[in-house]
């Protein structure tokens, strides 16, 4: 049976990779070297092109990273390379935490080493070729430094106490690593712009003027309590833009890119806000958090049904009953139904989308934000015709056109 289950990991696996090459292919097909019908008065012939040529060098180099990801994850499953970074963990110690530890520290430490020359040349060749990379080698190498550090504090934090739970608990273990797990997301959603973004970004507040009025005003206005509105200094590392919302109750704030701010004016800005504003009032960051929660809890349970089987460890060539590996195995067995879930949330986001531009039309000003979302995906050289298949799987958000469309139809 574990062989079995070695085949069917290996299929999955090929099968990953084969659909989102095909989805590639697909997307790419759509590509054009003149500028379409549909989109002009967005873009404008010469920008649309570069826009174009961004697209395929992202693509192609997409295409030689995820080719040698996939290589090496075969590589590994076929050479037993798994079952060896085991064995290595085993030489000092017996514990199964520290074991653990040592496993998923040694395997994420070698991916992110491995990773790292690709990001240094999509960072510093292709984002800088195109007008977009900002980002400093003593940036990079900090970021790289706090990531770690994030990982070893964060990442062997949650693997330890679910490794205590599982040897303490036994068959309980499912449930109470839920509640576990669902308390630090609820506390990373909450606290996560005011305790994990300043190591990397520095946020202040909006100062008093112009915009603050005219969003304090359209706030008052929809009855949105709002007293903690931020601008954060995304030009450190590029000059895309953005704007986000996070936090639950006091704790929520509103985050606008250093670079949003440069690039529109006020009414734009107030038409982007409305929509992040909408996010709130139609309760979608809620709605998000209980879905993750049930999918957390999801495969936690079906998990509990494998943990206690020394299958998932034999099928990765490891002999005994081993906790981390069987959650590596299952990790992969997995993907098919988080590929499932992951279509079902992107659907449901780009209808939380569409709602929160309804929303921002109603109380705000439609052609505000048409002209912002217009700015933004020129601006970040946006691929605006994308497959309809791609978009399927892989778009939390509308395509612009479709936006457009929709926010037109409230407009009249």
Not at 276 to 286: C, P
Not at 312 to 335: D, E, P, T, W
């Amino acid at each position: 049976m574990a062989q079995i289950l070695f085949y069917i990991i290996i299929a999955i696996i090929v099968f990953d990779y084969i659909l989102d090459q095909t989805l590639d292919y697909l997307n790419s097909t759509y590509w054009s070297n003149e500028l379409p019908k549909e989109l002009e008065g967005i873009y404008d012939a010469e920008k649309y092109k570069k826009s174009q040529d961004y697209q395929k060098v992202n693509q192609k180099f997409s295409t030689i990273t995820s080719t040698l990801s996939f290589l090496a994850m075969l590589a590994m499953l076929i050479l037993g390379g798994f079952a060896f970074l085991d064995n290595f963990a085993r030489q000092f110690s017996s514990n199964e935490i520290v074991i653990a530890l040592i496993f998923f520290g040694v395997l994420g430490f070698a991916a992110d080493i491995l990773s790292t020359p690709f990001s240094i040349y999509s960072t510093f060749v292709i984002e800088q070729k195109y007008g977009f990379n900002n980002t400093t080698v003593k940036t990079f190498i900090f970021d790289k430094l706090k990531g770690w550090l994030l990982a070893i504090i964060i990442g062997g934090g949650l693997i330890a106490l679910l490794v205590y739970i599982y040897m303490v608990c036994g068959n309980n273990f499912w449930w109470i690593a839920w509640l576990a797990l669902s308390f630090f997301m609820i506390f990373m959603t909450m606290f996560y712009s005011s305790i994990i973004v300043p190591l990397f970004n520095k946020q202040t507040p909006l100062e008093e003027g112009e915009l603050r009025t005219a969003i304090e005003a359209f706030a008052d206005k929809t009855g949105f309590k709002l007293n903690n509105i931020f601008v954060i200094d995304g030009s450190k590392r590029s000059n895309k833009a953005n704007a986000y919302f996070s936090g639950l109750g006091s704790k929520k704030r509103i985050v606008l890119y250093d670079t949003l701010i440069k690039n529109h004016t006020t009414e734009e800005l107030v038409g982007v806000l409305a929509h992040e504003i909408g996010h709130y009032k139609k309760k979608h960051t809620q709605k998000g958090i209980v879905i993750s929660l049930l999918q957390s809890g999801l495969m936690l349970f079906l998990l509990s049904f494998f943990l206690s089987n020394p299958i998932l460890s034999q099928a990765l060539g490891v002999s005994i009953k081993s906790f981390h590996i069987g959650i590596l195995a299952f990790g992969m067995l997995y993907s098919p139904l988080s590929t499932i879930l992951s279509i079902a949330m992107n659907i449901l986001s780009r209808k939380h989308e569409y709602e929160a531009d309804h929303f921002a039309a109603v109380n705000y000003q439609p052609e505000a934000l048409i002209t912002a979302l217009k700015k933004l995906s020129v601006d970040n050289l946006s691929n605006l015709r994308p497959h309809p298949a791609y978009v399927f799987f892989h778009y939390s958000h509308p395509p612009l056109l479709k936006r457009i469309e929709a926010l037109s139809k409230t407009n009249n």
